[in-house]
């Protein structure tokens, strides 16, 4: 199994309150990925990272940020937290190449916004 | 934009029987890759198959194969032989090439139900 570890693993906060989800990976792949997934959506793609401080927004960035200081490590900030934020989140990495390789996946954060 | 579309919420199948998964998607990239990935009810994402843009072949991995028409933008997940451990949410994928580099999105899901 691909050495990922989502932190933490559940988290209840309060409305307007900051929030930071930790995604740490051992195997040194080139990108990093921070979903959503919520019932009848999917999974939606927040942010991703295809380097060191190389980030990039996806579908849903609004109200999140994300940083990236070491290859292992991938944050994902929500900056006033909200009850429409109220989701499972779950970070993946892949490795760089020709866009043949597949996701590995977290265990998920289940975020509650009170 | 790149876009997935996953028209089916539910899908029942009966134990032995095989199943389509509907995909479409929609991107102005020449190349690109379309996955699909088995969510069980335990959370854990767990890859199934892969078909790049260019491959000529339909994708196979043991009992799951892709039925690929790249015309029709289509990339549908056959099954055969369900089993009842088959019962779990399926996403189809799309990884396009962007100015940041690669990225994946998902479709909404499609949850299969195998009946005994």
């Known amino acids: 199994d691909a050495g990922i570890t989502q932190s933490p693993r559940h988290k209840v906060t309060e409305t307007g309150t900051p929030v930071t989800l930790r995604c740490h990976q051992t195997?040194?792949?080139?990108?990093m990925y921070w979903y959503r997934q919520d019932p009848g959506h999917g999974l939606r793609l927040i942010h991703y990272?295809?380097?060191?401080?190389?980030?990039d927004k996806g579908e849903v960035s609004d109200g999140y940020s994300v940083s990236r200081s070491k290859t292992e490590d991938f944050l994902l900030t929500l900056e006033s937290a909200t009850s429409s934020q109220t989701s499972v989140y779950f970070c993946?990495?892949?490795?760089?190449?020709?866009?043949?390789?597949?996701?590995?996946f977290g265990s998920g954060t289940q975020l509650s916004v009170l | 934009a790149q876009k997935i579309t996953q028209t089916q919420p539910g899908m029942f199948v009966q134990e032995k029987e095989a199943v389509t998964l509907d995909c479409t998607y929609d991107?102005?990239?020449?190349?690109?890759?379309l996955f699909w990935y088995k969510q069980p009810s335990s959370g854990e994402m767990i890859f199934l198959i892969y078909?790049?843009?260019?491959?000529?072949q339909n994708a196979t991995e043991g009992r799951y194969s892709l039925n690929f028409q790249k015309a029709r933008k289509s990339a549908n997940l056959v099954i055969s032989a369900s089993q009842l451990g088959d019962s779990a949410m399926y996403f189809c994928?799309?990884?396009?090439?962007?100015?940041?580099?690669?990225?994946?999105?998902f479709g909404a899901g499609t949850r299969l139900f195998v009946k005994a």
């Open positions: 993946a990495i892949s490795a760089a190449g020709q866009g043949d390789e597949k996701l590995f």
């Open positions: 195997e040194n792949h080139r990108y």
């Open positions: 990272s295809y380097g060191v401080k190389d980030t």
């Open positions: 991107t102005s990239d020449q190349s690109y890759g």
């Open positions: 078909q790049g843009s260019y491959d000529e």
């Open positions: 994928a799309m990884r396009g090439l962007n100015t940041g580099g690669f990225k994946t999105i």
